[in-house]
């Protein structure tokens, strides 16, 4: 959903397979058997469980249609190979169509740790796991519905709300504080620091809260919003979330707490 990107998406055959390099396959590799170690502890069951379901290759980069078929078995929902960038509009429609957009395009080794732009890793590591737990799945489809011929400044403020939940949301849980957001589970730094660092501040989920909350895409989060279930934000979306947003517009941000 942003404007510029350095990578390129790779082309799938007309099976729906893409060729990856032993470069490609050998990022995936070191990326996928240090979080795994990572997340154990730190996600939430659901997401957990997803995995489980998945089975990702711990070795190669996984193939869409192979992923395709775990993932409709469970929730209907499909993996969709997109360029690096889409926009608003088609992104919207994918999701209401439980087509998960995906940029099949890995991060070059330089960029291991940090990458700006979701590449394949994010993607599937970080989002589809999730997608396999009905409420969830339900939840990202009536997000998508939401935004389907919305105007710009409507559909930046779902992305907000994307933002601090779908990318960067924590559940409470008995085990205690978890993580289900797909920005935070892909990466190796965030994963500890959001559940583990003092400075960090937890605010209960409160969906207009959220809509009035800056962020910076480029930073660890100062900040995120706890949930207690799913269903939470699955209804707040059931209700009628665009009259929410434009009450959100008739209130002054908050300050950030980034500088
Ligand atoms: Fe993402």
Not at 118 to 125: G, K, N
């Amino acid at each position: 959903m942003k404007m510029q990107s350095k990578y390129v998406s790779k082309k799938p055959d007309h099976n729906g397979f893409v060729c990856y390099d032993e470069v490609e396959n050998n990022t995936w590799h070191a990326l996928i058997e240090r979080q795994f170690k990572i997340v154990a502890s730190r996600a939430c069951e659901e997401y957990l469980q997803g995995l489980e379901i998945l089975s990702f290759s711990r070795d190669r980069i996984p193939q869409i249609p192979d992923l395709n078929l775990r993932l409709k078995k469970e929730t209907g929902w499909q993996v969709e190979p997109v360029p690096a960038l889409i926009g608003f509009d088609r992104f919207f429609k994918l999701l209401s169509e439980r087509k998960f957009p995906c940029a099949t395009f890995i991060r070059i080794p330089e960029e291991l740790t940090y990458i700006q732009e979701p590449d394949i890793f994010h993607e599937l590591f970080g989002h589809c796991p999730m997608l396999t737990h009905p409420v969830y799945a339900e939840f990202m489809q009536r997000y998508g519905q939401l935004g389907i011929g919305q105007p710009h400044d409507i559909q930046r403020l779902l992305a907000r709300f994307y933002w601090f939940t779908i990318e960067f949301g924590l559940i409470n849980t008995k085990k205690g504080l978890r993580c289900y957001g797909g920005g935070i589970l892909s990466s190796i730094g965030e994963t500890v620091y959001a559940l583990e660092d003092p400075m960090v501040r937890y605010e209960k989920f409160d969906a207009l809260n959220i809509l009035r909350t800056p962020y910076r895409i480029d930073i660890y989060q100062p900040l995120y919003y706890v949930i207690n279930s799913y269903e939470s934000i699955y209804n707040v979306l059931k209700g009628d979330f665009i009259k929410l947003i434009v009450k959100s517009q008739s209130l002054p941000e908050f300050e950030p707490l980034y500088k």
